[in-house]
Structures are given as structure tokens and as C-alpha cells.
Nanobody, 117 residues
Framework: VQLQASGGGLVQAGGSLKLSCKASGMILSTFWSTRKAWYRQAPGKQRESVAELTSGDSTNYHDSVKGRFTISRDNSKRTVYLQMNSLEPDDTAVYYC?????????WGQGTLVTVSS
């Protein structure tokens, strides 16, 4: 299984980006049952959870992104998305997608998001 993240880039404050994370080599039933999440790591800071989507379609967000970010998935494409609106300079970080299936933890390679003021 490989996770390929994309969609990062440079955006001005107030702008939007949509990140994608495609899982290759994962059967549909496994993808459907995974807990899906996006994490980020800013320079000099620890990695933190940004958004989570459970197999039951419950969502959880870091307080700093509530109302601005939305996590979603397309099972048929084995893809997880993170829609990011009203971006702020503090959102600048490398964003990582994560799928957790039982004891197995899968990570994408990270995609850089830079928000200029």
C-alpha cells in the first residue's frame, strides 16, 4: 500500500487549497474501514492531527481549523481529501495523510502548504 499526497502549494492568506491522498494497492473494503486523517508539521513543531474521518463517517478537527477545513473521501477512487478554506499563515506546514487499518498505519510522503501574509 502506498499513499500519494498532492495539492500543496503557495497561497495567499484567505485563499483555499484542496489536498488529495490516493491509496494505491488497497482493496475497497479495507479503504472503507480505515480511519482517515490529515496531520501537519510546521517548522520546529511537533506533528499534530488536523482532521479525522472515522469509518463511521464521524469527523473531528483541531480547534484551529474548525469551520475552515473539511475532510472527505471518495471510496471508489480510494482517495481522501482535505479542503482548506480561509487559510492563515499559521497553517503553513507539511501536511501528511494517514490511514489506520487495525494495527497497520500508513503514511503519505507529505505535501507542503505555504500561506503568505
Amino acid at each position: 500500500v502506498q499513499l500519494q499526497a498532492s495539492g500543496g502549494g503557495l497561497v495567499q492568506a484567505g485563499g483555499s487549497l484542496k489536498l488529495s491522498c490516493k491509496a494505491s494497492g488497497m482493496i475497497l473494503s479495507t479503504f472503507w474501514s480505515t480511519r482517515k486523517a490529515w496531520y501537519r508539521q510546521a517548522p520546529g513543531k511537533q506533528r499534530e492531527s488536523v482532521a479525522e474521518l472515522t469509518s463511521g463517517d464521524s469527523t473531528n478537527y483541531h480547534d484551529s481549523v474548525k469551520g475552515r477545513f473539511t475532510i472527505s473521501r471518495d471510496n471508489s477512487k480510494r482517495t481522501v481529501y482535505l479542503q482548506m478554506n480561509s487559510l492563515e499563515p499559521d497553517d503553513t506546514a507539511v501536511y501528511y495523510c494517514n490511514l489506520k487499518a487495525g494495527s497497520r498505519d500508513y503514511w503519505g510522503q507529505g505535501t507542503l502548504v505555504t500561506v503568505s501574509s
